[in-house]
C-alpha cells in the first residue's frame, strides 16, 4: 500500500515540483490549499491594484494550485486558515513591533501555520507524511529527526523553520531541497508545470 502525503500546494513552482516529485518516488499525494490572507477583510487595499480585478489575488492563486493538481491527477483540498493567521501571526507581529521588536512573520507563519494548523487540520485524512515546498532538507536516521540546509544555499529556508520542535518535523518531508531553484524551474518546465 503506497504511503499517503498530504502537500501544502499554493500553485507556485515550488510547491508544484514537490507534488511531482512525491509522486514520481510512488506516494499517494493530495495537495492542501492554504488560504491565510483575506484582502477584503482586511482592509487591504493601500498598494493592492488588483483588490479591484474581478478575481482576488488569493482566488487567482488557488486557480493556479487546482490547475497544477488537475495536471498531476491529484485531489485539492481548500482550507481557510484566515482567523489563525491573524490571531497567531499577524497580531502577535503587530504587538511586537509597537514595542519596537521586529519579529519575522515567516517563522511564525511556519511554527503556527504550516505546521502547527496545518498538520491539525491533515489528521483527519490520516497522512504518513505532510510534504511543503521549502528548501530545506531532514536527516530522519537518527533517533530524532534533523532539520538540515538546503542544497541550494541562496534559497535555503532553514532560518524559517528554525522555531519548528523535534515532533513537529517527525513525519515532514521537503522533496526539493536537494535542488536549487533552477533545476526545480526545468523540472516544473519539463512536466508543462506552469506556475
Known amino acids: 500500500m503506497k504511503k499517503k502525503v498530504l502537500i501544502g500546494l499554493s500553485g507556485g513552482v515550488d510547491s ?3 507534488a511531482l ?6 506516494y499517494d ?21 488588483t483588490l479591484y480585478d474581478e478575481i482576488c489575488e488569493q482566488e487567482r492563486d488557488y ?21 489563525e493567521y491573524w490571531d497567531r501571526v499577524f497580531s502577535y507581529f503587530i504587538d511586537e513591533y509597537n514595542k519596537n521588536r521586529t519579529p519575522n512573520p515567516d517563522v ?3 511554527n503556527e501555520i ?9 489528521q483527519k485524512f490520516n497522512p504518513d507524511y505532510i510534504a511543503m515546498g521549502h528548501y530545506a532538507n531532514i536527516d530522519h536516521s537518527g533517533e530524532y529527526p534533523r532539520l538540515l540546509r538546503a542544497y541550494d544555499k541562496n534559497k535555503d529556508q532553514t532560518y524559517f523553520l528554525s522555531q519548528l520542535k523535534t515532533e513537529q518535523l517527525k513525519n515532514v518531508l521537503f522533496p526539493i531541497g536537494h535542488l ?4 526545480v524551474r526545468k523540472l516544473a518546465k519539463k512536466a508543462d508545470l506552469i506556475t
Open 114 to 122: 504550516k505546521f502547527k494548523a496545518f498538520v491539525d487540520y491533515a
Open 63 to 83: 486557480q493556479d494550485a487546482k490547475m497544477v493538481a488537475d495536471k498531476l491527477g491529484i485531489v485539492l483540498h481548500r482550507v481557510d486558515f484566515i482567523h
Open 16 to 18: 508544484s515540483v514537490a
Open 21 to 26: 516529485l512525491l509522486l514520481k518516488a510512488g
Open 180 to 183: 536549487t531553484k533552477s533545476e
Open 108 to 110: 511564525l507563519c511556519n
Open 29 to 49: 499525494v493530495e495537495g492542501v490549499f492554504m488560504r491565510n490572507w483575506d484582502s477584503a477583510a482586511n482592509m487591504d487595499f493601500k498598494g493592492n491594484p
